[in-house]
């Protein structure tokens, strides 16, 4: 009987006009995966399809997915100029923007200090500028913010892999903000990482958790301490469509401290690192005023 309503609840999401669009508009330009149920009944993750990357760009690529029992549905935080053949992702002359997001590691049973970590972050962004092009992604039992990979002018992006540069603001961060996260991450029960990696994908907006019957919605700072776990019910989702706001340039004085700092990201290449090693780096930052 669960199971039957587990597919049910699969089918109604994600026949929706309104799911398609999101994930659709999210999707375009990066690399798709999806979870899906194979014959047995177990979660796997596919990111290819007859040997090429999974690219989502129409509702026909949806209903094609959904063929192969989709569940869930991820994208890169890279944005490329082509996602054809299988080295096009792993390609670094390839992408042309790259999403900052910051991956709060939580449950629901702790949805609350979650939410207070989130604030912490979103308040250091605020102090830096960034205001219009922040958005918060309530992805299942934790949730991602996310710096719109737009607000990183073009002109820097000429100067910096935008790989480079997404790394190195959530690093940045998270070094700065080191002690407040651990204070606010109870027990360990809440972990801040920074995932940013050449092949890292994320939930995309209105998709259905793997596992929970829970759907992932999209929140404005200035709504998030509205939040309540009624948001992500997949029958009376509560979303904002503003996710897609940003302004150019926003970003990017905490982009230019932050690659002045620590450099890109450090295992893209055997170059030499311009930078001190990082626990170097902490420590003289934590002993900043």
């Given at each position: 009987m669960d199971e039957v309503r587990h597919i049910n609840i699969i089918h109604e999401h994600y026949s929706r006009g309104e799911v398609q669009?999101?994930?659709?508009?999210?999707?375009?330009?990066?690399?798709?995966?999806?979870?899906?149920?194979?014959?047995?009944?177990?979660?796997?993750?596919?990111?290819?399809?007859?040997?090429?990357?999974?690219?989502?760009?129409?509702?026909?690529?949806?209903?094609?997915?959904?063929?192969?029992?989709?569940?869930?549905?991820?994208?890169?935080?890279?944005?490329?100029?082509?996602?054809?053949?299988?080295?096009?992702?792993?390609?670094?002359?390839?992408?042309?923007?790259?999403?900052?997001?910051?991956?709060?590691?939580?449950?629901?049973?702790?949805?609350?200090?979650?939410i207070k970590v989130a604030r912490k972050i979103l308040r250091f962004l605020r102090d830096w500028g960034i205001?219009?092009?922040?958005?918060?992604?309530?992805?299942?039992?934790?949730?991602?913010?996310?710096?719109?990979?737009?607000?990183?002018?073009?002109?820097l992006l000429e100067k910096h892999s935008p790989l480079d540069i997404a790394y190195a603001i959530v690093e940045y961060v998270n070094t700065k903000l080191s002690q407040d996260l651990i204070e606010l991450c109870v027990r360990g029960e809440i972990r801040v990482e920074n995932k940013i990696d050449p092949a890292r994908i994320f939930t995309c907006p209105l998709s259905l958790h793997r596992k929970l019957d829970v759907v992932c919605i999209c929140i404005k700072p200035d709504a998030l301490d509205k939040f309540a776990l009624e948001w992500i019910d997949p029958y009376n989702f509560r979303h904002d469509t503003r996710w897609r706001e940003f302004k150019e340039g926003e970003a990017n004085r905490l982009a230019e401290a932050a690659y002045r700092a620590l450099g890109g990201y450090p295992l893209k290449s055997k170059r030499r690192r311009k930078t001190k090693p990082l626990d170097e780096q902490i420590m003289k930052w934590l002993q900043r005023d």
């Open positions: 669009r999101e994930i659709i508009d999210f999707c375009r330009g990066r690399w798709a995966a999806i979870h899906c149920l194979s014959p047995v009944g177990k979660l796997v993750l596919r990111r290819y399809t007859s040997g090429k990357p999974i690219k989502v760009e129409s509702s026909e690529d949806l209903k094609r997915l959904s063929g192969y029992g989709m569940r869930s549905i991820y994208a890169t935080a890279n944005v490329y100029r082509r996602v054809e053949y299988k080295l096009d992702p792993y390609d670094y002359e390839n992408i042309i923007y790259c999403t900052p997001v910051w991956d709060i590691d939580s449950n629901l049973l702790r949805w609350r200090d979650t205001r219009e092009s922040v958005y918060v992604k309530w992805s299942g039992k934790g949730c991602h913010i996310h710096i719109n990979e737009r607000s990183i002018s073009e002109s």
